[in-house]
């Protein structure tokens, strides 16, 4: 919205440059005049005003971001799915089974805990779906701190940041790296699964 009104901005400056330099000054001052307004009745007398058209203004002055529907999040710029060996956890249910098979020790797991607003997440992401094709039989599970039923179990085990990952094998957590380190991680995965 910010750069909307930058745009809007700089078109009055030109058309009131142009009619500082063409107009008499008696009449450049009653058509300033109406200018001076709220913000949000500038689209509105841009279109009474005849000294603009709709052509100069473009689409931006009538877009209103209320009547928008953005969808209520984003997904990761690399979504890894199933098939990429990387398991999409969206309940608490599923939550609960994944790391009762990872404790049990029936299956070594990393849990790759992240938000679709992260930066370093998004920036880890590729690689953690790499490690995942280069290590199978380590199951890696995605979890969206922001998950609505997910939320409340991932507060009991203290993540704090984003991205966070626990490493489990033979049943007991052997490893965490929070952050996108992404040196560490490798390491970690070579140590822990080789």
Not at 30 to 35: D, Q, V
Not at 85 to 94: A, D, I, Q
Request: charged letters at 20%; glycine letters at 6%.
């Amino acid at each position: 919205m910010k750069g909307n009104w930058s745009i809007v901005r700089q078109i009055l400056h030109r058309r009131l440059s142009t009619l500082r330099s063409s107009t008499p000054s008696s009449r450049l001052s009653t058509s300033i005049r109406p200018l001076v307004l709220a913000p949000n009745s500038i689209s509105s007398l841009i279109a009474r005003n005849s000294l603009f058209t709709a052509s100069n203004i473009g689409p931006s002055i009538d877009f209103n971001f209320s009547n928008t529907s953005l969808p209520h999040r984003r997904s990761l710029c690399s979504e890894a799915g199933g098939e990429n060996g990387v398991v999409l956890v969206k309940s608490e249910e599923e939550f609960i089974n994944a790391i009762s098979k990872a404790q049990d020790g029936s299956l070594p797991s990393v849990f790759y805990f992240t938000a679709a607003w992260c930066g370093p997440c998004r920036f880890i992401s590729p690689v953690i779906v790499e490690l995942s094709k280069q290590y199978p039989d380590v199951t890696t599970y995605k979890v969206d701190i922001d998950e609505g039923g997910i939320s409340n179990t991932i507060s009991k085990l203290n993540i704090t940041a984003v991205p966070t990952l626990h490493f489990f094998k033979g049943g007991s957590k052997k490893g965490e790296v929070v952050g996108a380190d992404v040196t560490k991680l490798k390491n970690l995965m070579e140590q822990l699964y080789k």
